[in-house]
């Protein structure tokens, strides 16, 4: 009994209650995890049965819970609980702001302006969006729909947007059948984004099942980054690394802090309500499913045979434009009508996603990054990190990164 007291006052038990099978919610238990080995002392519960995510509350006594809300059942069992719980989602479902439990959730309008991003600087003039149909949960897919089509229509490009009428792939043939029927009626080449990747593979599937060539008659872009799903398609898929990492170590530190409180004083505070915090996506990750370039227009391919070819070095917009047989105000209007953004702009999105590769797919010093990114300092460097994600390389490189925290 000694034994157990002493272990219960060097580790806290914390409940991580969330979906294992889902890849959204492994990508977060991933972040949980990395912050537990951090900062040490932590004993975490995950239920690897999704059916039976919940602890029995009556008999676990853990000092904290990481809880999804989107789930109804896991929304009501947190109600009245007197420990430290912080919840994690899509931004819908049971969670109650005037509850006071601290809230994590994606940025789905930045997730949708990103996909619409990427696949106009593909050159797409037609653009397309798959969804879930609605229901108490999904709202995060309609508002990432609506950031996309808002993006494309200030861009000038027509969207089509699709949700069928199947949520999960139990009935496969009428969900295909319906998704065959959508697709094969849309203006080709499209650069098509579905709400998730779980969802972006049915896609690939429809395509194959028409003889459709990805990612020259479609291009495919997914959301989540789940490596199971993204490699093992074929091509393999583009889809934007949202976060989800991160979404789970900001819980861990906003339940740890909560902890740490609680220890101190087991009254409750008076203070308002946390707000909600929304983390933005970090960025897509390119794979073979949209490497394609849908335009004709010669003068913006050299200038995209350019930005690709050195993302690192800033652009000479006006050799570009002599080696294109242009002005350079012809190709600057040019490449903004076709890409739907400024040279400048895609150099600076280029510049950016391929950092984010340096920072969290390699073991490089930061100052080697800086380098090899052609930046001045490692301090300029940050600067333009922050600026455009609201992280530091180093906090990127620590919640991001499969291998841990750098040392």
Known sequence: MAGTEAASMTQRLVAVILDAARPYDRLIIGGVAHYAREHGGWSLYVEEDPLQKLPDLKRWHGQGIIANFDDRQVAAAMRGLTIPVV?????????????????????????????????????????????????????????????????????????????????????????????????????????????????????????????????????????????????????????IDQSARRIGYEAAAALDRLMQASGRSKRRSQSAPPQPVVIPPIGVIARASTDTTATRDEAVLVALHHLRRNPWRRPDVAAIA?????????????????????????????????????????????????????????????????????LTPARLRAVERRRGPAA
């Open 322 to 390: 002599a080696e294109a047989c242009v002005s350079r105000s012809t190709l600057e209007n040019r490449f903004r009508t076709v890409i739907g953004r400024s040279i400048h702009e895609e150099f600076v999105r280029l510049r950016l996603a391929g950092l984010r590769r340096l920072i969290t797919d390699t073991d490089l010093p930061l100052k080697a990054v800086a380098i090899r990114a052609s930046f001045p300092s490692v301090q300029y460097m940050t600067t333009f990190l922050h600026r455009h994600t609201g």
């Open 87 to 239: 919840g994690v989602g899509g931004g819908y479902g049971w969670y109650e702001p005037a509850s006071g439990t601290p809230y994590i959730y994606t940025d789905n309008a930045a997730i949708g302006r990103l996909g619409a991003e990427h696949l106009l600087g593909c050159g797409f003039e037609t653009l397309a969006f798959y969804g879930y149909p609605r229901t108490t949960t999904s709202g995060w897919s309609e508002e990432r729909a609506a950031s996309f089509e808002s993006a494309a229509t200030q861009a000038g490009r027509p969207c089509h947007v699709f949700t069928g009428r199947h949520a999960t792939a139990r009935r496969w043939e009428d969900l295909q059948d319906e998704l065959m029927s959508w697709i094969a009626k849309l203006p080709k080449p499209v650069g098509l984004m579905a709400c998730n990747d779980v969802r972006a593979r049915h896609v690939l599937e429809a395509c194959r099942s028409l003889g459709l060539r990805v990612p020259h008659d479609v291009a495919v872009l997914g959301v989540d980054n789940d490596e199971m799903i993204c490699d093992l398609t074929s091509p393999p898929l583009s889809s």
